[in-house]
């Protein structure tokens, strides 16, 4: 009832529903064309019957409004409750089609009506006046004593009945109307509220799959960061050191060659399993999206693989497990060994040749740590940092997508250092 035509409105309306009311109110004249004329042959009236002329012009003033009743329902209702008045007090013969009339205007009041608050007040006036006349008329026949027969032994006194029967057929009748059309309203608005959550379902199903795509693209686009970097970082490492010693030391250039082969063969073993996953992550999911949760193809096993990649491209690396080993999540372990092998590939690139790098893996009560650091070149030595710092924002949105907390920073007596708690409960 509080809604108001600013916020949703039934009118107006096409000219289906014109052409619609248009029919009703024909065929609505017919039939009080003929009923009239029925029941005039029948001398309903008797000799205070209308002439008819005027009995034709009723006929049209109870029709003809409701071809208009969806364009101007408040007005329909008025016209359609004066028509119905004049209907009776001129004494048209016509009882029973002129009340349909006057039902499917109030109907169309409040089943059409935007404005609740003026549609109740317009419906309030028409019924208060029909029970204002029907009152009257019954006041009015209470005057005269020979309206009905007097039988001073019935239960009921017949005027009294008949005077009852009167206010209960009307209290019916408009009770009805005003009912329909609430009705009526309630479930259009439900209908259209029901059209607007699903348009915005379809909105929201659209945002999803947009950002699934989004979403799969920064996954992909992380997994290969994770499994190419650190395999080409160990190459060019290799490749250069080859490079500086072929002539002087061929035997030595022959080992880092063959890690140069090593590292690409694993790199595309890697990308061979990285994107297996991905398919039967596709298959799992039905294409519907990716699965940020995914186990990925590294676990915490392999973390002494990146200690021993440190020191086949010459530097100084340890592995140093804290704590009592145990089975941990598959997606923690992943995001484990994904965080310590981008911290790894960049002491290779950034750190200098000389640098060490330690990796150390701490099991807490509540999750694990992992942390990798090293010493740079030499105290307060000038660190590379060219790079397009997509690892650490790899890491950073590996750590939150598994609810942990990430370190990325210089250290104070110099080189770096990466340590991230990761939860395993």
């Known amino acids: 009832m509080g809604r108001t035509t600013e916020e949703w409105s039934r009118l107006p309306v096409g000219r289906r529903e014109h052409r619609q009311d248009a029919l009703l109110a024909l065929v609505l004249g017919v039939g009080l064309a003929v009923t009239t004329t029925l029941y005039g042959a029948a001398g309903v009236y008797g000799d205070e019957q209308a002439a008819w002329w005027v009995s034709a012009l009723m006929v049209v003033a109870n029709a003809a409004p409701i071809a208009f009743r969806r364009r101007w329902p408040m007005t329909v209702a008025v016209v359609s409750a004066l028509a119905f008045t004049a209907t009776q007090l001129l004494h048209v013969p016509e009882i029973v089609l002129v009340n349909f009339t006057l039902f499917i205007a109030l109907y169309t009041v409040g089943a059409w009506c935007s404005d609740r608050v003026r549609s109740e007040v317009v419906r309030w006036v028409v019924i208060g006046g029909m029970f204002a006349w029907l009152f009257l008329a019954i006041s009015f026949g209470w005057s005269v004593p020979s309206a009905l027969p007097n039988d001073d032994d019935a239960l009921i006194p017949p005027y009294v009945a008949y005077s009852l029967v009167n206010v209960l057929i009307n209290v019916l009748y408009f009770g009805g109307a005003w009912y329909a059309g609430n009705r009526a309203w309630s479930a259009a608005l439900a209908k259209h509220e029901l059209a607007e959550r699903t348009d915005e379902l379809a909105a929201e199903r659209e945002r999803t799959a947009a950002q699934a795509v989004t979403l799969e693209r920064v996954r992909i686009a992380r997994e290969l960061h994770d499994v190419v970097a650190h395999h080409v970082s160990l190459m060019g490492v ?68 990146l200690v021993e990649a440190a020191r086949t491209a010459g530097h100084g690396a340890g592995y140093v497990v804290v704590g009592a080993e145990r089975p941990v999540p598959p997606t923690v372990g992943a995001v484990a060994f994904r965080i310590a092998q981008e911290a790894v590939t960049n002491v290779l690139k950034h750190a200098g040749p000389t640098a060490r790098a330690d990796l150390r893996l701490r099991y807490l009560d509540d999750g694990i740590e992992v942390e990798v650091a090293d010493d740079g070149h030499g105290a307060g030595a000038a660190r590379d940092t060219s790079g397009s710092g997509l690892g650490h924002v790899g890491m950073r949105e590996r750590v939150a997508a598994v609810g942990g907390r990430i370190e990325i920073g210089p250290r104070a007596r110099g080189g770096f250092l990466v340590r991230a708690w990761l939860p395993t409960t």
């Open 238 to 305: 290799q490749a250069g050191a080859a490079r500086r010693v072929v002539d002087r030391d061929p035997a030595q250039a022959t080992v880092s060659l063959g890690v140069v082969e090593d590292s690409a063969r694993t790199a595309v073993e890697e990308l061979r399993r990285m994107l297996g996953t991905l398919r039967e992550d596709d298959r799992t999911t039905g294409g519907a999206g990716p699965s940020d949760t995914a186990p990925s193809t590294a676990g915490l096993g392999r973390m002494p693989e």
